[in-house]
């Protein structure tokens, strides 16, 4: 499927290379570093993700102020990296043809290629093993995109899809000029002002459920005006509440301007994917997620909780 996915890419007329909806560093870094390789090989090649407003933490990422907006009409090849499913591409169905690139066990293979590996910790293991197949050199820049994708992929290093063919990956970019310490430094060490009064919000007003097993929070439209934050702000920062001891947990609800996007996050025995699949969504074990329409914040969590009471017993 490796060579294959390649084939179709050196083949075709105009590539449109697509992150995900509320885009991290897996997607874009993906995305990115499968841009740097084709922009090499003389292909053209157009980065899209449908915010208009992406997330500025990843902008040291290369060709990050490449991303457009806008999707160009001449595009006979879409591929998508960290994408489980065909809506969270936010594109219009047309006359080209999809190379589906993932590592999620909820992807609906929704490609007419579909190189999807679930064992891998990151979609961009699955971009690396991908151009090594293919024998494709990895620069710098691509070896920088890909390792930001496997580094915040697997919270750094940190959750129970990291194995050892992660860190083999990890230190073969690191040898093709990938810098850790910037990297760290970079998604780690440069939280907006409004991120840290997020922070002290849930801190303030987190809720425990079921004798401490459950956290929960609601972020709705006032408090990230309150702070000064938006959507993006709020990205993994439920994480906080299921680092608690007595936590096995965690959700948060972030209101927008249609409904909820709903983020869980579960310690290692604890399998939370279902409860996503089930209302649409999809992700991993451990960290997975949805969006809802048409519901109560106070009805959505009671559904939420009821559903995880189930996995937790």
Same mark, same amino acid.
């Given at each position: ?9 050196? $083949?075709?007329?105009?590539? +449109?290379?697509? !992150?995900?909806?509320?885009?991290? &560093?897996?997607? #874009? ?5 499968l ?18 407003v ?30 489980g499913?065909f ?8 006359n080209?043809e ?9 992807n ?15 979609a ?11 024998r494709?050199?990895?620069?710098? $820049?691509?070896?920088?995109? +890909?390792?930001? !994708?496997?580094?915040?992929?697997? &919270?750094?290093? #940190? ?5 050892a ?5 990890a ?44 956290a ?10 309150a ?14 509440l ?34 996503a ?9 451990n ?6 329409e ?20």
């Amino acid at each position: 499927m490796y060579k294959q996915a390649w084939k179709k890419m050196l $083949e075709a007329k105009h590539i +449109l290379l697509v !992150s995900h909806v509320h885009p991290d &560093g897996d997607t #874009l870094g993906s995305v990115l570093g499968l841009y740097d390789v084709l922009k090499k090989q003389k292909k053209k090649v157009t980065a899209y993700n449908d915010a208009k407003v992406l997330p500025q933490i990843y902008d040291f990422l290369p060709h990050f102020s490449s991303i457009k907006c806008n999707m160009p009409e001449d595009v006979d090849l879409v591929v998508c990296c960290d994408c489980g499913s065909f809506d969270r591409l936010k594109i219009a169905r047309s006359n080209y043809e999809i190379i589906n690139i993932d590592h999620h066990t909820t992807n609906t293979m929704f490609g007419d290629i579909n190189v999807v590996n679930d064992t891998f910790s990151s979609a961009g293991m699955v971009v690396y093993e991908l151009l090594i197949t293919n024998r494709v050199n990895i620069s710098k $820049e691509c070896a920088t995109a +890909l390792y930001t !994708s496997v580094a915040e992929d697997t &919270g750094f290093f #940190l959750y129970g899809n990291v194995n050892a063919m992660t860190f083999f990956v990890a230190s073969k970019l690191v040898s093709f000029g990938a810098n850790p310490q910037e990297i760290a430094h970079n998604l780690k060490q440069r939280e907006s002002l409004a991120k840290i009064r997020l922070y002290g919000h849930m801190l303030s007003n987190f809720e425990l459920h079921v004798q401490g097993q459950i956290a929960s929070i609601v972020i709705d439209k006032n408090i990230l005006s309150a702070t000064g934050a938006n959507i993006a702000d709020t990205k993994n920062s439920v994480s906080m509440l299921r680092n608690m001891a007595c936590v096995k947990v965690a959700f948060m609800l972030v209101e927008k301007e249609d409904g909820y996007k709903v983020s869980m996050r579960s310690k290692d025995a604890f399998d939370i994917s279902s409860i996503a699949s089930s209302f649409g969504g999809g992700g991993h074990k451990n960290a997975s997620g949805f969006e809802c329409e048409g519901l109560d914040a106070s009805i959505l969590k009671a559904m939420i909780i009821k559903k995880i009471k189930k996995v937790i017993e």
